[in-house]
């Protein structure tokens, strides 16, 4: 069965250091990879994606994501945190034939002045 | 293009009524996909209807029931409200073809008491 795993449910960064979410999935054949993130009571906004290709893949906001096949991970990185940033941040896997994503539980961004 | 809008943004209900929650997809989506978020169980989906046909459903019992227009407008139903269905209600729009990335409306707030 597909699974997303998202280990650290709250990270505190200081404004202007580097970031970085981990997120693995199982799932057997290559999936789709999705980031999202969500301000409080606010919807998901799509951060960035990787269907296939170069595995560093670019998103709004300064954010990147490396797909590595080899350790089943798609980690999100900005090298420089902003206090805008603070939001929860999602990680999704999608397959080929069905349209509905399976999401991780989520971490909650603080960004500390 | 103007985003994914859902209807109505806040509702509070009682236990044993139904509910009807509306969604209006990115222009030229043809996919709808429901998704219900609360703290302890996180995103899950409910279910997709493309070109008015429900396509996938999720693991949700029969009181969730949900439809498509022929403007691929979609609502989703609620029957014998219970406390638990007390969520944040995610409508996510897409082509339904190829990558199936997902564009989220902001979401309905349902509190039942």
């Known amino acids: 069965a597909q699974s997303v795993t998202q280990p650290d449910i709250h990270i505190t960064v200081s404004e202007g250091a580097s970031l970085e979410l981990r997120c693995n999935y199982s799932y057997g054949a290559t999936p789709y990879l999705f980031w999202y993130v969500q301000s409080p009571g606010q919807g998901l906004q799509l951060l960035l994606k990787y269907f296939s290709g170069d595995t560093l893949v670019q998103g709004i906001k300064g954010f990147e994501a490396e797909f590595k096949r080899s350790q089943s991970s798609f980690n999100l990185r900005k090298p420089s945190v902003h206090w805008s940033d603070a939001a929860e941040y999602f990680c999704a896997v999608g397959y080929t034939g069905a349209n509905n994503l399976f999401f991780g539980t989520g971490t909650r961004l603080t960004v500390i002045p | 293009k103007a985003g994914v809008t859902q209807t109505p943004r806040y509702l509070i209900k009682t236990r044993g009524q139904q509910v009807t929650l509306s969604c209006s997809p990115i222009?030229?989506?043809?996919?709808v996909s429901w998704y219900q978020q609360t703290p302890g169980q996180g995103l899950q989906f409910l279910f997709e209807y493309f070109s008015e046909t429900q396509r996938n459903k999720g693991n949700f019992p029969g009181r969730f029931s949900g439809r498509q227009f022929s403007n691929s407008r979609s609502e989703m139903n609620v029957s014998t409200l219970e406390l638990g269905d007390s969520a944040l209600y995610l409508c996510?729009?897409?082509?339904?073809?190829?990558?199936?990335?997902?564009?989220f409306g902001p979401g309905t707030r349902l509190t039942v008491t």
């Open positions: 222009s030229g989506h043809r996919s």
């Open positions: 996510a729009s897409s082509s339904g073809q190829g990558g199936y990335e997902q564009y």
